[in-house]
């Protein structure tokens, strides 16, 4: 049996989730893309950095680049059940993530070098991807 992609009736600007039919107007589609379109994106430059073209990338950024790509895949599910009213008590993106992920960024930080201007991207491939 083939998968079948559509039903051919229409949705009239609505899309079911979960029980719910909910506009795809709503702010909750806009949300869940962006995250979608930007896990795409950082997969991406996780992907060019994996390819070790770029020699100045230590491995530890590719590591970063994962946990931030699952940490956006919970995200988007914790996103939807709040769109889609489900009471759940055992959220995964936690205060404790966050302050994680803060001390992430602040040792990328520092072994990069002040910013003075602003940057017209262009160097590699890679920097305007990402």
């Given at each position: 049996?083939?998968?079948?992609?559509?039903?051919?009736?229409?949705?009239n600007g609505e899309?079911?989730?979960?029980?719910?039919?909910?506009s795809k107007?709503d702010?909750?589609?806009?949300?869940?893309g962006?995250?979608?379109?930007?896990?795409s994106?950082?997969?991406?430059?996780?992907?060019?950095?994996?390819?070790n073209?770029?020699?100045?990338?230590?491995?530890?950024?590719?590591?970063?680049?994962k946990e931030v790509?699952?940490n956006?895949?919970v995200a988007?599910?914790?996103?939807?059940?709040?769109?889609?009213?489900?009471?759940?008590?055992s959220?995964?993106i936690?205060?404790?993530?966050?302050i994680?992920?803060?001390q992430?960024?602040k040792?990328?930080?520092?072994?990069?070098?002040?910013?003075?201007?602003?940057?017209?991207?262009?160097?590699?491939e890679?920097?305007?991807?990402f």
């Open positions: 049996m083939n998968t079948k992609f559509f039903t051919g009736e229409g949705d899309s079911k989730m979960g029980n719910q039919k909910i107007g702010l909750v589609f806009d949300v869940l962006g995250l979608d379109e930007l896990n994106w950082i997969g991406f430059c996780r992907v060019e950095a994996e390819k073209e770029i020699k100045d990338i230590p491995l530890e950024i590719q590591v970063i680049l790509q699952n956006l895949f988007q599910a914790e996103i939807a059940a709040i769109a889609m009213d489900i009471q759940n008590n959220k995964k936690t205060a404790e993530k966050t994680i992920l803060e992430m960024i040792k990328i930080d520092l072994e990069l070098p002040p910013l003075t201007k602003f940057i017209i991207v262009g160097g590699s890679i920097s305007v991807r």
